[in-house]
């Protein structure tokens, strides 16, 4: 049996057999609420559908896959940090003893893969809890169950989360980062048979939701975290129900937490270097470049052409990619 297809439930495999299907290079995937799943993860995702038990202060940290999930939990646990004090059981501070993904864990990919009931203690030990997700909005609500907490989606550049998305399955395949490769990734990227979906439908989810209910979803652009950091950050924080002082930000905190986290600091940590998660995926693959436009370097001027014309055709949602 592929890996991709373990922990699945007799009534999983047969909902399964009744939506599409398809294959590719890491397993068989299924189009379930708009969206492709590997068959374990749509196992997960109904997990957390039917089993979480929201709190109202629960706090979801969402984006497509490469879109810079590490940077927004480190950033948020370093907003919600701030007041706690060292003490004996945690004598230093989370993200230097830790990855971001082993502080907040995935839903579908941490949580509720193995088990339709985790113990949800072991899983967020933070006060508000802090979660994640790759699942389109529609599918989170789901499991939210009408509760007010909050979401907060990062979005990137589609070329960029592209390039990056080959970068980490090469190295997670320990495979040569081959054009091959990126040839067919595009492919399937492009007609939207891959993990987690077509990409704007995804941010389209989150962008919409965000206008609709601006006090339940925070829509965020890795681009202007880039540019301007301190704005988005405060932005952050403050969605977050916890903005800075006037003292705090005379005080230097929001350079001091934009420092904490970035890729820089991040990626020479220990923990960084050589830990990995649960799933043994190395933490330093979820470190590369960090930049704006590095597929400027590695995308032909047929596959932009591509994915322009399919942003050409999405016009009229009011949302620039
Ligand atoms: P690149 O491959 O373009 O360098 P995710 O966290 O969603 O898996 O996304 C990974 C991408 O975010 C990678 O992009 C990675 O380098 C970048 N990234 C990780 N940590 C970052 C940080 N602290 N600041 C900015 N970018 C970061």
């Known amino acids: 049996m592929n890996l991709r297809d373990d922990n699945v439930s007799e009534e999983t495999k047969t909902l399964i057999s009744s939506l599409p299907r398809e294959q590719d290079s890491q397993g068989k995937l299924c189009k379930f609420q708009g969206c492709w799943y590997y068959y374990n993860t749509l196992q997960a995702v109904i997990n957390f559908q039917t089993n979480f038990k929201p709190q109202d202060t629960d706090i979801i940290l969402a984006s497509f896959p490469k879109s810079g999930t590490t940077w927004l939990k480190a950033l948020s646990v370093a907003i919600l940090e701030r007041y706690k004090q060292p003490t004996d059981d945690h004598p230093i501070h989370p993200l230097l003893s830790d990855n971001p993904h082993g502080i907040v864990p995935f839903f579908e990919i941490d949580m509720y893969l193995k088990t339709s009931t ?26 939210l169950k009408d509760s007010p907490c909050k979401v907060v989606y990062l979005c990137r550049n589609v070329k960029d989360a592209l390039i990056s998305r080959w970068y980490f399955r090469c190295k997670y395949q320990k495979s ?18 891959s993990f987690y979906g077509l990409f704007w439908d995804h941010a389209l989810s989150y962008w919409r939701g965000s206008l609709e209910n601006p006090k339940h979803v925070l829509f965020l652009k890795y681009e202007e975290l880039k540019t301007e950091p301190c704005v988005q950050v405060k932005k952050l924080a403050e969605f977050l129900g916890c903005p800075f002082t006037k003292e705090e930000e005379e005080s230097g905190l929001v350079i001091k937490i934009l420092e904490l986290c970035s890729i820089r600091n991040l990626s020479g940590l220990d923990v960084n270097k050589t830990g990995k998660t649960w799933m043994n995926v190395d933490y330093n693959s979820y470190f590369r470049k960090g930049e704006v436009g590095d597929w400027k ?15 050409e055709k999405l016009k009229g949602s009011d949302f620039k990619f």
């Open 118 to 143: 985790p113990d949800l203690t072991k899983f967020s030990t933070s006060s508000p809890r802090l979660f994640s997700t790759h699942m389109p909005l529609h599918t989170v609500k789901e499991g």
């Open 176 to 193: 040569e980062v081959a054009r091959s490769n990126l040839e067919s990734m595009f492919e399937s990227f492009c007609s939207g048979v």
């Open 297 to 311: 370097n590695l995308l032909t001027p047929e596959m932009e052409n591509k994915i322009d014309m399919i942003i």
